[in-house]
């Protein structure tokens, strides 16, 4: 199930970077779930993550995307990414699902299980499918309804780094060979 997720992410992605136009997630105009905005830091090993009072996320001094306290993730250029439904569901663009968001926990596309949580002391946890677990660094500022917003960049940041990863896949097969 996560490679057809991916994949579909994956296209999603790929669409939205040459400039093809997309829909917006449902909601997109009246919002989704409330989210908390306050500043707050995601120290990782590969970097920090910012996420300041306006709800612009960034990375180096780069804007990644901006959320915003009616659900709705961004562009800097106000471009839609995503918007967290009601239900917890995180919808892209194109209705393309990107997991489901607890307060504390975020599911992989088309899954049930969390992939990741963060802990009472803002640790990020990230569980692979053979149960290893992977300590991702941790939050600062993560209090209260402020961790949902967490989380839900964790989701993202997360999503991201997946669909870069190179897969690999094996074939078995028979075939009869004629010379």
């Known amino acids: 199930m996560r490679s057809l997720s991916l994949s579909v992410l994956a296209s999603s992605l790929v669409l939205s970077a040459v400039g093809c136009s997309a829909t917006p997630p449902p909601r997109w105009a009246s919002g989704g779930a409330p989210m908390e905005i306050a500043p707050a830091v995601w120290h990782r090993g590969s970097g920090t993550i910012f996420l300041g009072k306006d709800g612009k996320v960034t990375e180096d001094g780069d804007v990644l995307f901006v959320v915003d306290a009616a659900g709705r993730v961004y562009e800097d250029d106000g471009d839609p990414i995503a918007v967290v439904q009601p239900d917890g569901y995180l919808v892209g663009t194109d209705n393309t699902a990107m997991g489901q968001l607890g307060p504390v926990t975020a599911a992989f ?25 992977s300590h991702q660094g941790y939050w600062e500022g993560c209090n209260g309804a402020v961790v949902r917003t967490c989380t839900l960049i964790t989701q993202l940041m997360a999503l991201r780094e997946y669909a870069r990863q190179p897969r690999v896949s094996v074939g078995i097969g028979f075939g009869v060979m004629v010379h």
């Open 109 to 133: 596309p088309g899954s049930d299980q969390a992939w990741l949580s963060i802990g009472p002391r803002g640790e990020v946890t990230r569980y692979d499918t053979d149960g290893t677990r």
